[in-house]
Nanobody
């Protein structure tokens, strides 16, 4: 059974930093793109960032570009967003996700809450 488990969420002051982690089990994603999404209260789930299989190529939502950095450790089957200069509007439940075949996001974690105080 494939599982993605996020960790590292919590409360941080505006301007602060936080690093989330996603640990995958049940299969390896070392050959697949992985990424992060988020959902704020009353809003739909939105894309945050993605990274290709070897970490060479990354892509970010405009809202986080320059502040978030996505990385991965294929040996550990984990991936991370390093989030800096956090804003109150970054507060959301953050989900990690992974692709299997094609470009669909087939696997999802349960989410971790990030709260940013102003």
């Amino acid at each position: 059974q494939v599982q993605l488990v996020e960790s590292g969420g919590g409360l941080v002051q505006a301007g602060g930093s936080l690093r989330l982690s996603c640990a995958a089990s049940g299969r390896t994603f070392s050959n697949n793109p992985v990424g992060w999404f988020r959902q704020a209260p009353g809003k739909g789930r939105e894309f945050v960032a993605t990274i290709n299989w070897n970490g060479v190529s990354t892509y970010y939502a405009d809202s986080v570009k320059g502040r978030f950095t996505i990385s991965r450790d294929n040996a550990k089957n984990m991936w991370y967003p390093q989030m800096s200069s956090l804003k109150p509007e970054d507060a959301a439940v953050y989900y990690c996700a992974a692709q299997s075949t094609g470009s669909s996001w087939d696997y999802w974690g349960q989410g971790t809450q990030v709260t940013v105080s102003s």
